[in-house]
Nanobody, 125 residues
């Protein structure tokens, strides 16, 4: 089992920044990748970013590329999502997720096995 706890959401003006954190615990040695997804009211869950566990490769949705950065701190057992130049369309509940599957598509939420509770990000215009 893997436990994930997000923090860092909040209200920010357009153009501002927020950093989300996802603390992971439990059987983290089995993790192959972690990702961030978001869901706005009335919309489907959307891939935001992912990072592989062994190589540390990062992947981003086109809509956030150049503005968001995913990173990890192994000493703190935490994955971060640094969000800069925020736009009102970034408003959503952001959730981190982990996959222990040996084969997966990092963009597809169905491949992720564990999820955090989500944190609200609201960007005002």
């Amino acid at each position: 089992q893997v436990q994930l706890v997000e923090s860092g959401g909040g209200l920010v003006q357009a153009g501002g920044s927020l950093r989300l954190s996802c603390a992971h615990s439990g059987r983290t040695i089995s993790i192959n990748a972690m990702g961030w997804f978001r869901q706005a009211p009335g919309k489907e869950r959307e891939f935001v970013a992912a990072i592989t566990w062994r190589g540390g490769s990062a992947y981003y949705a086109d809509s956030v590329k150049g503005r968001f950065t995913i990173s990890r701190d192994n000493a703190k057992n935490t994955v971060y999502l640094q969000m800069n130049s925020l736009k009102p369309e970034d408003t959503a509940v952001y959730s981190c997720a982990a996959t222990v599957s040996p084969t997966y598509s990092y963009r597809d939420y169905r491949f992720y096995d564990y999820w955090g509770q989500g944190t609200q990000v609201t960007v005002s215009s």
